[in-house]
């Protein structure tokens, strides 16, 4: 592949193919049906074909479009097995590789921005890529003191691609929803093109991670590389090896599953509160499991060119609602998601359903540990998304407040992760731990074990 396709009309060309593939294929479908082949079957062959389409432009495009793909990748836990066998190792391939831009392309930007005598700088520089991702890719190097370094570099055109990308995937969204049964695509690609800006920003992105390199220096559980340098397209960070949580996914024991989930949890939750940021890039390629002597193994995490700036770490609310869902107080629950706005003035619902509706899917923090399932995340992802249900009734009427949007991706996504893992995880631990105003509400009332016990068992058995 040659440079990044940057010219609007060769990348609209290139998206634009995928419905017409999508036609295509169905009709190649309809004739196997034909010729006497199966429709489970077909189905599968069908299933196959599409995802190899879709994630090959995806990927070959990088910018918008696969950065799209990478968002969709956490969420396939919620597929259908049916649907997610022949789509799994597609959706993987985007999580951590890209085709490369060609070496001189590197080349170039590097002398354009650290100067003609770029090479001083580092006493080695791998030309071939060890990673390559939605608007640039990385290269290992040794800096000038001697350090092991990640040089991540962006490609030419990068902003240009992603703007065209995500404006050219809006207009055909309603195809891509079956993908993803029972979410809007749309809002997702509207988020995604909001935080363009910043993540094209290497400066932005270097002050993020470096507040959290800093804030994580020495922590048992988590690694976050310091930053080394950073200027326009290039950015300098320590560099870290690790098992890809893609591969602990794949082929990690339990040992490390759950442990990988367990850290997992706790970097989200912890992180708004130690450092007033939300990593909300969650997809695998963008953590590693490091071994390590006293603990067994620690979270290497990379990546922050999208972050949610939360002073006060995560919202109150979310610790308050968690808590009075847990204890079942319906009433409490209504009104709170009233005052944040995810009940809008205009609607009136049943407190009580709103609270059926939710127990579902808080049942992780229910238990002092939970393990997380493909078919679990499958079972929410059906019972929210079946016009049938009184769940997809209901959710139909519940709003996201722009302010909660990112939290609310990044922890659909962390939980889909979770799920690929198939990890145990004290995730109750972590709410108590770090969430503003979980344990505030338990204490300030009186009986929650009753009244927790309630959910867990609404109807008691009668005294004998």
């Known amino acids: ?113 650290l100067g003609e005598q770029w090479r001083e700088l580092f006493q080695e520089f791998e030309d071939k890529p060890s990673a390559a991702a939605s608007i640039g890719q990385v290269h290992r190097a040794v800096w000038h003191d001697g350090r092991a370094v990640a040089v991540k570099v962006q ?71 310091h930053v080394v340098h950073q200027c326009e397209q290039v950015l300098v960070t320590e560099w870290i090896d690790g098992i890809p949580l893609a591969d602990v996914i794949s082929d990690g024991d339990q040992e490390q599953r759950d442990r990988a989930g367990q850290l997992l ?70 009104e709170m998601l009233r005052e944040e706005g995810f009940v809008k003035d205009s609607i009136e619902l049943e407190p009580d359903a709103v609270l059926d509706y939710l127990v579902p899917i808080i049942e992780p923090a229910l238990v002092d540990s939970f393990t997380f399932t493909r078919s679990w995340m499958r079972n929410q992802a059906a019972r929210i998304a079946d016009i049938r249900s009184p769940a997809h009734q209901l959710g139909k009427q519940l709003n996201l407040p722009p302010s909660y949007l990112l939290i609310h991706r990044v922890t659909l996504s962390t939980i889909g992760v979770l799920c690929q893992l198939g990890a145990t995880v004290r995730l109750r631990d972590e709410l108590e731990a770090w969430v503003p105003g979980f344990l505030e509400y338990e204490d300030e009332e009186e009986g929650f074990g009753e009244a927790e016990d309630d959910v867990l068992d609404p109807e008691p058995a009668a005294e004998a």
Do not use: C
């Open 155 to 225: 490609y030419p055109g990068a902003g240009e691609a992603l703007l065209s990308d995500l404006n050219q995937l809006g207009r055909f969204a309603r195809l891509l929803g079956p993908l993803i049964p029972g979410m809007d695509i749309k809002p997702l690609i509207a988020e995604l093109r909001d935080r363009v800006s910043e993540e094209l920003d290497y400066a932005l992105e270097a002050q993020a991670q470096q507040a959290h390199a800093e804030e994580f220096d020495g922590d048992p559980d988590v690694v976050v590389p």
């Open 1 to 113: 592949m040659s440079d990044l396709p940057r010219k609007a009309v060769t990348r609209t060309a290139k998206l634009a193919a995928l419905p017409i593939g999508i036609a295509g294929r169905a009709t190649w479908g309809i004739g196997k049906r034909i010729g006497g082949k199966s429709a489970e079957i077909v189905g599968r062959e069908l299933q196959q074909r599409t995802a190899e389409q879709l994630f090959k432009v995806l990927g070959e495009l990088k910018g918008g479009a696969m950065k799209f793909g990478q968002a969709l990748s956490v969420f396939e836990s919620a597929l259908p097995e049916e649907v997610a066998g022949p789509y799994r190792a597609a959706l993987t391939k985007l999580q951590e590789a890209a085709p490369p831009m060609p070496t001189r392309t590197v080349h170039k930007v590097l002398e354009e921005r």
């Open 265 to 334: 949890a706790r970097f989200l939750f912890s992180g708004p509160a130690r450092t007033g940021l939300l990593h909300a890039d969650p997809h695998p390629g963008n953590f590693r499991l490091l071994p390590d002597e006293e603990q067994g193994w620690r979270l290497g995490v990379l990546d922050f060119g999208t972050v949610d700036r939360l002073p006060g770490g995560l919202p109150e609310p979310i610790g308050h609602s968690l808590r009075m869902t847990l204890s079942g107080d319906a009433v409490g629950v209504y």
